[in-house]
Antibody
Framework: QVQLVESGGGVVQPGGSLRLSCEAS????????MHWVRQAPGKGLQWVAF????????FYGDFVKGRFTISRANSKNTLYLQMVSLRPDDTAVYYC?????????????????WGQGTRVTVSS | DIVMTQSPDSLAVSLGERATINCKSS????????????LAWFQQKPGQPPKLLIY???TRESGVPDRFSGSGSGTDFTLTISNLQAEDVAVYYC?????????FGQGTKLEIK
């Protein structure tokens, strides 16, 4: 069965950096695009970033403004989110999620399988 | 960016009755070349990640009970939950995946009356 396990969250000071990881299993990782979606405490869902199956294209939410970088290592079945210049409003649970469609079928789509999330707190 | 607006923000429905949640996009998410609406619905229960219910506006994800149905096209969409069960208590989100950045509605909290 599809499993996504995030790690790397924690408490960081404003202006600091963090790298999130998401280890995938149960499907052919290099055939699907992947998403990061976040949820601030008590708030709704906010899409963060997407990367194509082969890493050839990446897209970001407007609020990222060059501070985050999504990447993947298909040989390790792992997705990453490098975050720098973190702000208090980046405090959230960060979910990685698989794209519903394989990349040969659609360029991108909607998330189907989600991990349990990793919590990021930006505070001094 | 495409703005997704859900209504109502919350609703309470009796067990066995029907719940209706609306979602409106600020521009059409219908891709005319394939006649597909790039609209999904998610269910999120407390302490859990979201669960995909519906994609292409009306295609039920595998394993989702058939009491969940999606309809609509262009800019106006509806999620209908028939014969409401206690386990349907959750927050429901619509999402467009037509244009980057993908955007979610603000969520609708569904409770039992």
């Amino acid at each position: 069965q599809v499993q996504l396990v995030e790690s790397g969250g924690g408490v960081v000071q404003p202006g600091g950096s963090l790298r999130l990881s998401c280890e995938a299993s149960g499907f052919t990782f290099n055939t699907h695009g992947m998403h990061w979606v976040r949820q601030a405490p008590g708030k709704g869902l906010q899409w963060v970033a997407f990367i194509r199956n082969d890493g050839s294209s990446t897209f970001y939410g407007d609020f990222v403004k060059g501070r985050f970088t999504i990447s993947r290592a298909n040989s390790k079945n792992t997705l990453y989110l490098q975050m720098v210049s973190l702000r208090p409003d980046d405090t959230a649970v960060y979910y990685c999620a698989r794209d519903r469609f394989d990349s040969d079928t659609y360029f991108y789509g909607t998330p189907d399988y989600w991990g349990q999330g990793t919590r990021v707190t930006v505070s001094s | 960016d495409i703005v997704m607006t859900q209504s109502p923000d919350s609703l309470a429905v009796s067990l066995g009755e029907r719940a209706t949640i609306n979602c409106k996009s600020s521009q059409s998410v219908l891709y005319t070349s394939n006649n597909k609406n790039y609209l999904a619905w998610f269910q999120q229960k407390p302490g859990q990640p979201p669960k995909l219910l519906i994609y292409w506006a009306s295609t039920r994800e595998s394993g989702v009970p058939d009491r969940f149905s999606g309809s609509g096209s262009g800019t106006d969409f509806t999620l209908t939950i028939s014969n409401l069960q206690a386990e349907d208590v959750a927050v429901y989100y619509c999402q467009q995946y037509d244009l980057v950045p993908f955007t979610f509605g603000q969520g609708t909290k569904l409770e039992i009356k």
